[in-house]
C-alpha cells in the first residue's frame, strides 16, 4: 500500500525545478543574447533567496534537532541533501553555460569580458590607473593572526582570500580583501579609445575583483603575495521576530532587521574550483561550515550582477518590454479637471474595469484611480495597503498629497514584506511625518491582500470606488509582472473591504464577508465548498470544471481535494508558475489534472479561479495562492467577477494561456516538466497578449 506521503511533490525541491525552468528558458537559442544574461542573472538571484530562507530554515531546523517530516515524508536533513544534489547539478550546469555558448555570443556580439592577463600593455595601464584613483581608496585588507581574529564575512559580499609573505621574517599571514561592489560597478567598461575600437557598440568589460587581485602587492608595500582565491558566503537572511511580545512593531523589526545585517549562520559557501588547499583550510576552519554547504565554482562568482550587461545600451540585443497601453474605457479621462463627465469616478460608476498589467498601463489606471482621488475635492478618504512600494512611488507621494488636501489617508504598511522591510520602515515613518494614520495590520499575520478604497461624496451621500488587484501598489514591478486588478463601485464588496480595513486597523472582529473571500477567515472554506461543488455536478454526470492559475500550490487539503475531484471526474487544468507540489496524470489519482508553467519575459503573477458551476461560471481574483501560509497566516483578499463580460475575458485569458506552446511546460507524471515543442503555429501567451 502507498504512503500518503508518495502523492505529494517536496516543496523545496518543486522550487527547484522551477529556477531549472527559469535557467533553461535563459539557455534557450530563441532568446536575444541580454535576454539570456538577465535569465541566467535570475536564476542565480533565485539561489541567493532560497539559500538565505528555505536552506536556511532547514539547516537550523537540523541543528535544533527538529526532525518534522516535509508533505512527501522527508527529514530537514533529507532534503538538505537532495537539495545540495540537484542546487549543484544546476550551478554546474549554468556555469558550463556561461562559459562557453553565453561568453562566446556576447563576443559575437562585440561584449567581451576579458581577463586582467589578456589586456595589452596600454589596456593594463588603464585599468591600474583606475584602481590607482577610483578603487584602491576603497579597499580595506584584514589581517588574521592571533593578534586579529578571523573577521566578520558579511551576507553575499565578494571577497579576496589571500597569503601574504612578510620579506622581513619569512612568515606567511593571512589577509581578507572585501571587493567594494555596493560602491561601484562589479564589471569595469574600458573606454574604446583604450581598445582601439572605433565602434560604439562594442563593449569591453573586466570584473572589478580581477582588477583588484592583479594590483594586490600594492595593499602590501615590503610584502609579497603568495597566493589568492575569491569566495562568497551566504548567511541566513529570515527575520526572527517575536511579534507578540513587541510592544512597538516597528521597532521590533528595525532590530531585526540590525541583527540580518550582521547576518545569521553560514549556509553557502562559494569558492573558486581552483582555490588553493591552505586558503580553503582556512576558510572552512574560520567560517565553521561543513563540506556539503561548499560550492566549487568554475566561473565568476555571484553571477546574478550579470544583470548589469543588461543595462548596455544594445536595444536590438533584448527584447523591448516596456510595453502597455491605455485601457480602452480610461481613454479620454481628464485628468486635470475634477468635475467632468470623463473622470474614472464617472467611468467605474457606469461599468466596472478589469486591468491586466503590464498590457494595460499601470500608470493611467492604478496610479491614475489614486492621483485623482488625492485631488478631487469630493473625495474624503482613501485607505490602502502597501507590500512591496517601489522607491520613487508615485502612489505614495499622492497619498502625501491627497493628506495635505485634507483628506483622511490610512494606509497598512506590511512591515514584514520579506527584503523589503527597511524599505517600508522609511515609507512608514515618511507617512505618519505627512500626517498618515499608518496600521501595521493583526499581530501574527502578515498583510499580503493589494485594496484600495475611496470614499467619495456624492449628491449628499457617500459611495465608494475601489481597487482590488493580485500585485502590489508598485510602479517598477507592473512593467514586469503580469498582473491583474478590478476597478469597481460594487456596494456589498465595497462594504465588505470597509469592513476589512477596520479589521486591519483593529477596529473591527469581522469575520465574514457578503462577496469577498478573505483569509485568514472564509478564504479556505470558500474555496473547499467551490471545489465540493464541481465534484458533486460531476457525480451527477453533469459537465465539471476547474482553472486555477497561481503561483504556488502547496496545501495538502486543497491538493487532497483536487486529487478527489479528478477521480470524480473533474476536468482541472491547473497554470502555476512555481512550486506546485501535486503530481498530475495519474492513473487512480490525477489522471483529469492538468499542470502547465508559463516562463516568459514577464513573471507571471496573476491569481485566476474560475469554476464552471455547471455554466454559471465563477471566477475570482485575487492576492492569494492555494499554500498554507495564504490560506491561514496571511490577511488575503480574493474577489468574485460578476460581470458576464469581465468573466468572459478571464475565461478567453485563460485559454491563452492553456494554448501557449511557447513559453509553457507541461508537468509530467513523474513531477518533471517539458517544454512544449517548438511547430510552424506557434501560440506565445505573452507575444499575443503584446498585440492585442
Not at 1 to 16: A, G, V
Not at 219 to 224: A, D, T, V
Not at 498 to 509: A, D, I, M, P, Q
Request: aromatic share 10%; net charge neutral; hydrophobic share 40%.
Amino acid at each position: 500500500m502507498k504512503n500518503l506521503s508518495d502523492n505529494f511533490i517536496n516543496r523545496e525541491l518543486s522550487w527547484i525545478e522551477f529556477n531549472k525552468r527559469v535557467l533553461l528558458t535563459g539557455m534557450e537559442k530563441e532568446y536575444k543574447i541580454l535576454d539570456k544574461v538577465k535569465f541566467c542573472s535570475i536564476f542565480s538571484n533565485n539561489l541567493d533567496e532560497f539559500f538565505m530562507v528555505r536552506v536556511a530554515s532547514l539547516k537550523a531546523q537540523v541543528e535544533a534537532g527538529i526532525n518534522k517530516k516535509s508533505i512527501d515524508g522527508l527529514t530537514p536533513k533529507e532534503q538538505l541533501k537532495k537539495i545540495n544534489k540537484e542546487v549543484k547539478n544546476l550551478t554546474n550546469l549554468q556555469e558550463n553555460y556561461v562559459n562557453n555558448e553565453l561568453n562566446n555570443e556576447l563576443k559575437k556580439e562585440g561584449i567581451v569580458l576579458k581577463k586582467y592577463k589578456d589586456l595589452s600593455e596600454n589596456q593594463k595601464n588603464w585599468c591600474n590607473n583606475f584602481f590607482s584613483s577610483s578603487i584602491f581608496p576603497l579597499l580595506t585588507p584584514l589581517v588574521v593572526d592571533p593578534a586579529h581574529p578571523f573577521p566578520f564575512i558579511s551576507n553575499l559580499s565578494l571577497n579576496i582570500a589571500a597569503l601574504i609573505r612578510n620579506n622581513e621574517n619569512s612568515k606567511n599571514q593571512f589577509v581578507r580583501i572585501k571587493i567594494p561592489t555596493k560602491n561601484i560597478n562589479r564589471f569595469l567598461q574600458i573606454p574604446n579609445e583604450i581598445i582601439e575600437i572605433n565602434n560604439e557598440s562594442y563593449h569591453f568589460f573586466i570584473s572589478v575583483e580581477d582588477l583588484i587581485a592583479n594590483n594586490i602587492n600594492s595593499l602590501f608595500n615590503g610584502m609579497e603575495c603568495i597566493n589568492y582565491s575569491f569566495f562568497r558566503v551566504t548567511r541566513d537572511a529570515d527575520l526572527e521576530l517575536k511579534e507578540l511580545e513587541a510592544d512597538d512593531l516597528l521597532l521590533a523589526v528595525e532590530q531585526s532587521l540590525q541583527k540580518r545585517r550582521l547576518g545569521g549562520d553560514v549556509v553557502r559557501l562559494e569558492v573558486e574550483s581552483d582555490i588553493p588547499e591552505n586558503i580553503l583550510k582556512l576558510l572552512i576552519e574560520s567560517i565553521s561550515i561543513q563540506e556539503e554547504y561548499i560550492y566549487f565554482c568554475k566561473s565568476l562568482l555571484g553571477l546574478d550582477d550579470l544583470n548589469q550587461l543588461t543595462k548596455i545600451n544594445r536595444e536590438d540585443l533584448k527584447e523591448n518590454l516596456l510595453i502597455g497601453k491605455t485601457h480602452p474605457q480610461l481613454k479620454n479621462l481628464d485628468s486635470h479637471s475634477n468635475n467632468k463627465l470623463n473622470s474614472i469616478f464617472n467611468v467605474l460608476r457606469k461599468k466596472d474595469v478589469l486591468l491586466h498589467h503590464p498590457y494595460d498601463l499601470f500608470k493611467t489606471s492604478v496610479e491614475e484611480f489614486i492621483n485623482r482621488a488625492a485631488d478631487d475635492p469630493l473625495v474624503m478618504a482613501i485607505k490602502i495597503t502597501l507590500y512591496r512600494v517601489s522607491k520613487d512611488s508615485p502612489i505614495i507621494a499622492a497619498l502625501m498629497r491627497a493628506a495635505e488636501n485634507g483628506k483622511e489617508v490610512m494606509t497598512l504598511v506590511e512591515l514584514k514584506a520579506r527584503f523589503d522591510e527597511d524599505n517600508n520602515i522609511q515609507w512608514a515613518k515618511q507617512l505618519e511625518q505627512a500626517g498618515i494614520h499608518v496600521v501595521y495590520g493583526i499581530i501574527g499575520f502578515k498583510t499580503h491582500t493589494k485594496i484600495a478604497l475611496i470614499v467619495r461624496k456624492e449628491k449628499g451621500s457617500l459611495r465608494n470606488y475601489f481597487h482590488i488587484g493580485t500585485g502590489n501598489y508598485n510602479s517598477n514591478t507592473s512593467r514586469f509582472y503580469t498582473d491583474l486588478g478590478l476597478l469597481s463601485t460594487d456596494p456589498d464588496i465595497a462594504s465588505d473591504l470597509l469592513e476589512l480595513f477596520n479589521y486591519l486597523s483593529g477596529f473591527s472582529k469581522q469575520k465574514s464577508y457578503q462577496k469577498l473571500l478573505v483569509s485568514p477567515s472564509s478564504m479556505r472554506e470558500k474555496f473547499i465548498f467551490l471545489i465540493k461543488r464541481e465534484i458533486k455536478h460531476a457525480e451527477e454526470g453533469k459537465k465539471a470544471e476547474i482553472i486555477a492559475k497561481m503561483n504556488s500550490l502547496v496545501d495538502p487539503e486543497i491538493i487532497q481535494l483536487l486529487y478527489f475531484a479528478s477521480q470524480s471526474g473533474v476536468k482541472i487544468t491547473l497554470i502555476i508558475r512555481g512550486i506546485c507540489c501535486l503530481y498530475p496524470q495519474r492513473e487512480n489519482l490525477s489522471k483529469n489534472i492538468e499542470v502547465i508553467s508559463i516562463i516568459g519575459h514577464f513573471l507571471e503573477h496573476s491569481r485566476i479561479f474560475w469554476f464552471y458551476n455547471d455554466d454559471k461560471n465563477e471566477v475570482f481574483i485575487g492576492s492569494a495562492d492555494w499554500m498554507k501560509r495564504n490560506l491561514d497566516r496571511r490577511i488575503e483578499a480574493i474577489t468574485p467577477i460578476e460581470d458576464s463580460k469581465l468573466k468572459s475575458q478571464l475565461y478567453s485569458l485563460l485559454q491563452t494561456y492553456i494554448k501557449d506552446d511557447y513559453f509553457s511546460w507541461r508537468m509530467k507524471e513523474d513531477g518533471s516538466y517539458e517544454k512544449f515543442a517548438f511547430n510552424s503555429t506557434i501560440n506565445r501567451s505573452q507575444i499575443e497578449l503584446i498585440n492585442k
